[in-house]
């Protein structure tokens, strides 16, 4: 089974831009759909992005799409998101996560491997 750690969180003010990097260990990353998901305080986790194995090709929720780019690195088991132009709604600890089930990548359901968490705070 694949274990995730996610880096690269911090303060920023509107405007800015952020890189988030998700390092996986263990498992079969390569042939692993990811996905990025975002939890803000008070708010259900949602997700962001996602990436299959092969191609690959992306998915976006539509607040993020023209902002964040999510890609991946199979050689050395990395997962990133670069976030652009950020808003304060993008406030929100971000996950990254594994997906082994059939169905939507936006489904949260569908993963069941998740990193820690970094924080991301984006003041106005």
């Known amino acids: 089974q694949v274990q995730l750690v996610e880096s690269g969180g911090g303060l920023v003010q509107a405007g800015d831009s952020l890189r988030l990097s998700c390092t996986a260990s263990?498992?079969?990353?390569?042939?692993?759909?990811m996905g990025w998901f975002r939890q803000a305080p008070g708010k259900e986790r949602e997700f962001v992005a996602a990436i299959t194995s092969i191609g690959p090709v992306t998915y976006y929720r539509n607040s993020v799409k023209g902002r964040f780019t999510i890609s991946r690195d199979n050689a050395k088991n990395t997962l990133d998101l670069q976030m652009n132009s950020l808003k304060p709604e993008d406030t929100a600890v971000y996950y990254c996560?594994?997906?082994?089930?059939?169905?939507?990548?936006?489904?949260?359901?569908?993963?069941?491997?998740w990193g820690q968490g970094t924080q991301v705070t984006v003041s106005s």
């Open positions: 263990g498992g079969i990353f390569s042939n692993t759909i």
């Open positions: 996560a594994a997906k082994t089930r059939s169905g939507s990548y936006s489904n949260i359901g569908n993963y069941d491997t």
